[in-house]
């Protein structure tokens, strides 16, 4: 297995990602085609049961999601504490959460650096600190 870094970093689930998406996205094509041509209480029920499996496959990896990223969040602000100097670590509440995921794959080493290019406003997007950073620090537990 070859090591991460910017370019192949981004987790896919094959089940998840190129069987159940498009299934879920053609079976509610399908009943919402099937209650235009022929509308009535059972395309009406098919539909609204589908609607409620879509926004519960939605959910169900939003959720996880947001806590992942709260919780990569917590754990850049701790590692921010014991990495940075003085004067960036007083600065520390100003790096926003986006900006966290963004730098947790930044070195010790790196950290302070992109922190105070983070803090200058030289990134537009976590897409551009992550690309910005040289020496990778694999995240290989994510959900």
Do not use: C
């Not at 022929?38 to 939605?58: E, F, Q, W």
């Amino acid at each position: 297995m070859s090591s991460q870094n910017f370019d192949n970093h981004a987790k896919l689930v094959p089940s998840y990602h190129y069987v159940t998406t498009p299934l879920t996205v053609v079976a509610m094509v399908l009943a919402a085609r099937a209650l235009f041509i022929d509308p009535g209480a059972n395309a009406l029920l098919h539909a609204a049961t589908l609607g409620v499996a879509l926004s519960a496959y939605y959910h169900s990896r939003v959720f996880p999601l947001g806590v992942q990223d709260r919780l990569i969040h917590l754990e850049e602000r701790l590692r921010m504490e014991r990495v940075l100097p003085e004067e960036l670590r007083a600065r520390i509440d100003e790096v926003t959460m986006s900006q966290a995921i963004g730098l947790r794959f930044a070195s010790d080493e790196e950290l302070p650096e992109l922190v105070q290019r983070v803090l200058d406003g030289e990134f537009e997007s976590r897409k551009a600190i992550k690309a910005a950073v040289k020496r990778w620090r694999p995240d290989e537990r994510r959900v």
